[in-house]
DNA sequence: TTGAAAGCGTTACCAA
DNA sequence: TTGGTAACGCTTTCAA
């Protein structure tokens, strides 16, 4: 990259500074980094003069190298940080993250578990310690984790390494064991990324069995424990899979479930992108709700309570969790936490 | 901060490697960064027996201090990183950008150009090269400017560094005065940062004649224009200020707005989240849209096209801005451009 | 294909 | 309060 000069004739480094001003390296050094060590007057005259200079203070590269410290700490995102923008969700938990990070000065890397490899290897020595988000490719995290800095995970859980998450299955239990109370009939189950395929479908027989510690599996067997408990019993043809967590994949699911025969009358919903598609989809096909339908989502981002009508779901506090996550990082001695999630009854099913 | 012991007994250099391997430092070196300098046999070796004593490869800060680059991108936030990341047109660009960094194999370093001075100052020399978004704190953006490397400014023009703008002035006046040609009857503006004030209120005609570059400045122009082009004159107590832009503060505005007598025809917002947030407090106070009321809103965010009524608004591709100014920082040949932007005529308001 | 050695720009120790 | 100086861990040139 080429770069425009301005009043650089040559390389400005703290020592050329010092050699001009008359003063050590050591003094400049302090002057930036330790007030405590120099006189308040000589510290305002070099900071000043340093500036006429150009100097703009200490590169990065070189102190980081000589304090073993840079500042930084990355956050890990398990899908791809484009991916990551569109997300309510992620973008709630980055906003937590921040507010901590720069209370405590420190700046903000964003990496991806699922990154191109050689390119982000190399920055990965870059910061002071990591939060993970979303369970990441293993090859990266454990490379990440014998660098033997802080690491807390978030929303997933690894031996050793301390994380932050909700529980998931009492969650979706919960809030499905509320709606389902006080609301008779067929029940659908729309989730994102239940099975390995990158089309929605409905689930099998087969599908079912499998069991993990993934979030949508907690949910789906909250949601069904749920069911069973009134005797009610969900098919596997009932429940979608969704490979990703996004309104048009959403609404093509929500559309197959809404115009199936017999008609739902209850949908369960793993994320609250899912339930407002369906409460759209709803609206186009002349659904009432919640009198003909009930929609339950997961998350309450904060579209869920602008929608119309209201969406019933599970509070998650994202921002939250980011924050806690952050702290962690900068006390070891707090250990892993499951945070509370709240049921929150809105229009979009009476209770 | 302290860290987790493993096989680790004393810290591991890439000079130690080379020891152990029995091999030059130079050899490891080049076995991770130019695979072309030594046999693949040789290359293979190294490298999982360097992954097997615990070594992940060259640290970040020797390795950027020896070569001069980081591989690092800043990107330069006008508020701070918690507001952008809830602002919808703030995460597709930095989606836009993410893309474009992933590709060039950059990595992201998120800054706010509000950020406190010293704790960010020390990080603002790592990055090779910086986008900033949005009109920023002037010592922080003549600071990095002066580091020489390449800049990008995104929404805002300052002399000698290239940018990626839309024409905000013509879009407002176009969109708006495609709505008011078909619709009669009273006009409210709603703005974001009109002025300087932390408070929902309405302008002063004093207010009016200040004349700036700011973006809303340009959109208030435009609709103040295309609306006089009709001989229709829109009062300053018509005209709101928003502190910022969020639903709760837009929700407020629009609530007065529209409780106003005579009650506005026609609501022209800059930005969707007033518009949407006007169409909701439309919904409550039971004024039928486009009926009653037609509302414009500026940007085209995804929820824009997914409300009821879909909302009339300016397409601007976000992401595209954000891939277009990455772009740029890696071919120093570009200039400064001016993206199109496009009306979008949907239900909120006809035409 | 490999080895030796010279910095890259700082910080922090120790002495003055 | 200040100044010299030895690392920090790596890349790259040059010679073998």
Redesign the interface.
Known sequence: ??????N?QKKLTLKEVARQLGVSTATISNAFNRPDQLSEALRARILSEAAAL?Y??????????RRGE???IGVVLAD???YN??DPMA??L??GI??VL?EN????????SR??A?????????P??FIFYGAPDTSCFE?I??????VVAVDFEQE?VRSVNIDNYQAAYTSAESVLKSTDGNICILGMRIIESDRVCRLTSQDILCSSQEISRQRLKGYLDAAANQNRNVSPDRIWHIPVNT?EKAEQAAREALTMTPRPRVLLCMSDVIA?AAL?VA?QLDIRVPESLSVLGFDDI??AS?M?PALTTVCQQSAEKGRVAARM??D?STDSVVLPTRFIQRASAQV
């Open positions: 990259m080429k770069s425009v000069v301005l650089t150009g703009h203070g200490p590169s990065h590269a070189a102190r980081s190298l840079s500042d930084v791809s940080l484009s923008f569109s973008n709630q980055l906003k921040a507010d720069v000065k420190k700046q903000m890397l964003l990496l991806s990154g191109e050689a390119s982000q290897r190399a920055a990965e020595s870059l002071d310690g490379r984790v014998r660098l033997g800095k802080p050793a309104p407002l759209r609206t904060p579209a602008q119309q990082l900068f070891e």
